[in-house]
Each structure stands twice: as structure tokens, then as C-alpha cells.
């Protein structure tokens, strides 16, 4: 007995060695984490610190200023500006949105301090001086194109009339994006008339391709603008929005600011084999062959990521507006985020943030039931995770398909955008946020990621600070108007969105960001 009493000592005193180290290894996270979740809160600096104003201009929208940018955004709307294809488009409408720009705004059309120019025959460049030629320059972007829309999908107004139903304008690009388009040249058309001249120099790009790709538009002002040696110091396009009561368990409404954009790839796969009757079938068609590779592309999905791209600083920033324990394990993805990426995955609309997606969008094969088919081909459109490239996803798909009869073809992609910056010392990033707490102090701003991709995408070799944002709320259901029916713009809202533009113009004239008072406590 007493033999045999030694190792089992042993073992107890080993145990209690492990669970003894384990309980301080937990205790010591636990401090970590508790410590981290009470100091990090990413909201205050910038935003306390003392801005010096260069200029201040307000605009304070009277009965006549409020009919008359209402007029111009309505007769903006009515204008089907529809990009049906990369080689159809509406060239009609584009020329009349033309003319409709001129005769909205004079003052920018004729202002000295205003170079227009037409990019494409259909896109615009505007370059507007500043008075001092040592600040570098930045550019507002937005598009003029929309997406289709017919009325008997269920509209409540037709998606052309810019009709009025209880205080929001209906009609296709409320939203995408001729709010902003509208928006910035009216902040501007003001802005000139009050007498303003800019300190910084800044471009406005309106695309008029955007929906399906900008390779027309975006693409041509990029290259004029690298021909002419232009560097930029932030772009700010369209991407996301305020965020009111869509987030559940956070207090208050959230703006988040685009700081990167996912890749994207189309991929084509395809089975051929020789045709045959029906009546003496081989053990397997090509139609099998590609099911089962589709199958083991649905049942193997693209890695967990979360917590390795922006997402991360999303959650970080809109910690402290959330309660316990969510507060605790949001402020602590170092610690928690392969849980919360297990949690997240579980929807749709969360699991885009936690991998790069798979969808299986089409599958083609057969043409006669008694013909067994030559070839039988699907897509499948994946949008790539910040954390992975475009070749690491085609490599993941080959070796999951794993079928050398399974043709793998890649037919249109690209990486992950970079990622812009988002600290006290982002210039863009802090003038956008600086402009949007001013004018809505209850909300958090945080950096975001756009799961959808933007003009901006063109634009990143001209600057490393490529934001996509606009101040336009978005309440519970919201999102699905985006690109679908009854898309919507309160005439509230339409007014913040010139008064931003109005601001945020301002904002830049400062030479460089204020000191912080605080700063993100990084342990
Ligand atoms: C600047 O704004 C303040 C109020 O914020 C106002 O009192 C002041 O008169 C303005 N100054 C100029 C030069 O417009
Ligand atoms: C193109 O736009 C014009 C107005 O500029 C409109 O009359 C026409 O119906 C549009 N065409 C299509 C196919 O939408
Ligand atoms: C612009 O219009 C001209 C004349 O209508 C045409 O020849 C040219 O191909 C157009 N350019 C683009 C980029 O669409
Ligand atoms: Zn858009």
C-alpha cells in the first residue's frame, strides 16, 4: 500500500501544480482583460481636444435654401442614370444629369477657384484651389449611376418621381449615391456664394460607371490625376453609414467609417465530358461531378478570421457603448475572438465579417432530358477576408475541390483593399470624425470594413487613407432599400448630408490635427 501511495502523491502534487498555475494564468488574463475593458475607451481624445478654427462658415438652411436644394436633389433623382451592364448604360440620362448639374450650380460653375472638366464624356473632375499650394490635397468621390429599378417590385412610389411620403423622398439613388453627389456640389455651390476660399486645395470625382465597376470612369480619373503627378491625403467615397438601433445591445447610434473593403473573386468551374444517351449512362455525369465539388465548397467553408482584419478595431471602438459582460469580451478580442468568430459565424450577415465568403451564384447544365451533358459549369463569387489574399483563397478552393476534372478558372478578382488608418494621427479619419461629432455628439464613430466594394478601390495608389462613409442613417430594415425597393432619404437627412460636406470642407483647411489630450491605453 505504502509502495504504491508515492506516485499517486506525486501525481496529486503535480495536479495541484497545473491547477494552481492555471487558476493565476486565468486570474492574470482576468486582470488583463478587466483593466483593458475599463481603459479602453477609443472615443475621447481627438474629439476633447481644442480645435483651432481656419474658417466659420455655418450653414443654417432657411425656407428658401431648404426648396431649392430640394429641387435640385428631386430633379437629380428623376434622371434614370441606370448602368444596366458595362456596355449599356444610359447615355441620354447621363448627358441631361450633365445639364442638370450646370443649371443646379452656377456659382460652381463659373467660380474662379473651380476647374470642371469631363472625364470619359460622362464622369466629372472638379478641382477647387486653396489658397495655400503646400497642403496636400484631398478628394471627395461619389457616383452618379444607379442601379435598376422597376416599379412593380413593390415600390411605394415609382423609383424615378423623387415622390414625398411622409417626409422621405423615394427613389433609386436617395441613397447610392446622388445624396452625396447632390450633396457635396450643393455644400460647395453655398460655400462659394458665402465667399469662401479654400485653404487646401480638394478634388471632387463623380464616376458615372460605379455599378458595374468603374472601369470608365473612376479608372480614367485616376489615370489623369497620376499623369499629373497627384498624391492625395485622404479619399472619402460612399460606404457606410449611421447606424441607429441596428447594432442590438449598443447604446446610441454608431457611424462607422469604411477603412478597407473586402476582395472579391468570381471563380468558374466547369465539367467536360464526352455527350452520351441517357439510356446507358456512365457511374458519373458532369453534372454529379460538379454537384459534389460545389457541395464540398458549401461544407467546407473559408477559414475563421475574425479578429485579424479591421473588424477587430470596430468592436474595440464601440466597446465601452455596450453593456456587461459584451463590454468585457468585445474590449478583449486578443482574448476572445476565436469564441465571438464562433458566435458570429452562426448568421449571414455576421459570418461576412468573420471569413471570406462562398456563394455558388450560378449553375448551368443539360438541354435534353434524355442527353446526357457535355459540360456542365457553375460561379461561385467569394468576397475575400482582409486577413487573406486573392491566391490563398484560389489555392483553398483547388485543394477543396480536390477533382482534377473540375476545371478551376479564375474569372475576375481581386485582394482585399489596405487598410487606411484610423489613430489620433489619421488626418482624414479624425476630420471626418471630428465633422460628424459635431453635428451628432450622441454618436460613437468607429472604423469599419465594407463588405461591398466602391470607386474608391481604383484610387489606392494615390493615397494610403481611403475612407467610405456618409452621414446617412440607417434604421433597422434600411439596409435592405440599398439597391432593392423603396429606397429612401428623410429631407432631413438629405440637409445633413450638405451641411457635412459643408463642414467637413472646413475642417480640412487646418494644417495639421490638434495634439490628442488621451490616447488609446494599449496594454
Ligand atoms: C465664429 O463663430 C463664433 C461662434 O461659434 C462666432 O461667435 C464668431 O463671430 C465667428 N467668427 C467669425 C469671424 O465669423
Ligand atoms: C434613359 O434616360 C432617358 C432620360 O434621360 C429616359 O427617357 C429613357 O427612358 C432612359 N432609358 C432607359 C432604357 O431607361
Ligand atoms: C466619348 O464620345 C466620343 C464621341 O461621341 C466617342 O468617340 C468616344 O468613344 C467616347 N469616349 C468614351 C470613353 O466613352
Ligand atoms: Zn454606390
Not at 465571438?340 to 450577415?349: A, C, F, I, T, Y
Not at 472604423?447 to 489606392?460: A, E, L, Q
Request: hydrophobic fraction near 40%; glycine fraction near 8%.
Amino acid at each position: 500500500l505504502t509502495g504504491q501511495s508515492k506516485p499517486g502523491f506525486k501525481i496529486v502534487k503535480f495536479l495541484k501544480i497545473i491547477i494552481g498555475s492555471f487558476l493565476i494564468t486565468v486570474l492574470l488574463l482576468f486582470t488583463i482583460a478587466s483593466i483593458r475593458t475599463l481603459l479602453l475607451d477609443v472615443n475621447v481624445g481627438l474629439q476633447l481636444a481644442h480645435w483651432e478654427k481656419t474658417k466659420n462658415l455655418s450653414l443654417v438652411i432657411d425656407g428658401h435654401q431648404r426648396e431649392e436644394l430640394l429641387t435640385n436633389f428631386k430633379g437629380a433623382i428623376r434622371i434614370p442614370t441606370v448602368s444596366f451592364s458595362e456596355t449599356e448604360i444610359n447615355t441620354t440620362a447621363l448627358l441631361e444629369f450633365d445639364r442638370l448639374l450646370r443649371k443646379a450650380f452656377p456659382t460652381v460653375f463659373s467660380s474662379n477657384l473651380v476647374h470642371h472638366e469631363l472625364v470619359a464624356n460622362y464622369s466629372h473632375l472638379f478641382w477647387v484651389q486653396g489658397s495655400q499650394p503646400g497642403l496636400v490635397p484631398y478628394m471627395l468621390l461619389a457616383h452618379i449611376d444607379v442601379v435598376p429599378a422597376t416599379e412593380s417590385d413593390g415600390w411605394e412610389a415609382p423609383p424615378f418621381s423623387a415622390q414625398e411620403i411622409d417626409d422621405f423622398i423615394y427613389g433609386r439613388g436617395t441613397i447610392d449615391d446622388k445624396s452625396s453627389v447632390m450633396g457635396i456640389l450643393q455644400s460647395l455651390e453655398y460655400l462659394l456664394r458665402k465667399g469662401y476660399a479654400p485653404r487646401r486645395g480638394f478634388y471632387i470625382g463623380f464616376g458615372h460607371d460605379e455599378e458595374v465597376s468603374g472601369y470608365q470612369g473612376a479608372v480614367n480619373i485616376v489615370r489623369l490625376l497620376k499623369q499629373r503627378g497627384v498624391q492625395l491625403a485622404f479619399v472619402l467615397d460612399e460606404g457606410l453609414a449611421v447606424l441607429d438601433g441596428v447594432i442590438s445591445g449598443l447604446e446610441g447610434p454608431a457611424a462607422l467609417i469604411g477603412i478597407s473593403e473586402k476582395g472579391s473573386a468570381t471563380v468558374k468551374l466547369s465539367v467536360s465530358m464526352v455527350p452520351g444517351h441517357s439510356s446507358m449512362p456512365p457511374r458519373e455525369t458532369s453534372i454529379g461531378i460538379l454537384a459534389a465539388a460545389v457541395k464540398r465548397l458549401e461544407e467546407n467553408p473559408m477559414p475563421r478570421l475574425f479578429g485579424q482584419g479591421p473588424e477587430r478595431g470596430t468592436f474595440e471602438h464601440l466597446a465601452h457603448k455596450f453593456r456587461f459582460p459584451v463590454k468585457f469580451i468585445m474590449s478583449n478580442l486578443w482574448l476572445f475572438s476565436p469564441i465571438l468568430g464562433r458566435v458570429l459565424e452562426r448568421k449571414p450577415d455576421t459570418n461576412a465579417f468573420v471569413r471570406t465568403t462562398t456563394a455558388v451564384t450560378i449553375f448551368n447544365a443539360g438541354v435534353k432530358i434524355n442527353v446526357i451533358p457535355s459540360l456542365a459549369e457553375a460561379y461561385v463569387n467569394l468576397r475575400i477576408h482582409s486577413a487573406q489574399s486573392l491566391q490563398e483563397v484560389l489555392d483553398l478552393i483547388h485543394s477543396t475541390v480536390r477533382d482534377q476534372r473540375v476545371k478551376i478558372e479564375l474569372v475576375d478578382g481581386f485582394d482585399p483593399l489596405p487598410i487606411s488608418s484610423a489613430d489620433e494621427k489619421s488626418f482624414g479619419f479624425q476630420i471626418i470624425k471630428k465633422t460628424v461629432l459635431d453635428m451628432f455628439p450622441t454618436v460613437t464613430v468607429a472604423p469599419g470594413i465594407c463588405i461591398g466594394n466602391t470607386d474608391s478601390r481604383h484610387f489606392k495608389d494615390l493615397t494610403s487613407d481611403i475612407y467610405r462613409f456618409a452621414p446617412v442613417w440607417f434604421k433597422p430594415g434600411d439596409a435592405q432599400r440599398f439597391h432593392g425597393i423603396n429606397e429612401r432619404i428623410s429631407k432631413k437627412n438629405y440637409e445633413e448630408l450638405v451641411v457635412f460636406y459643408f463642414n467637413l470642407i472646413q475642417n480640412c483647411d487646418i494644417q495639421h490635427l490638434p495634439e490628442a489630450h488621451s490616447s488609446v491605453h494599449e496594454l
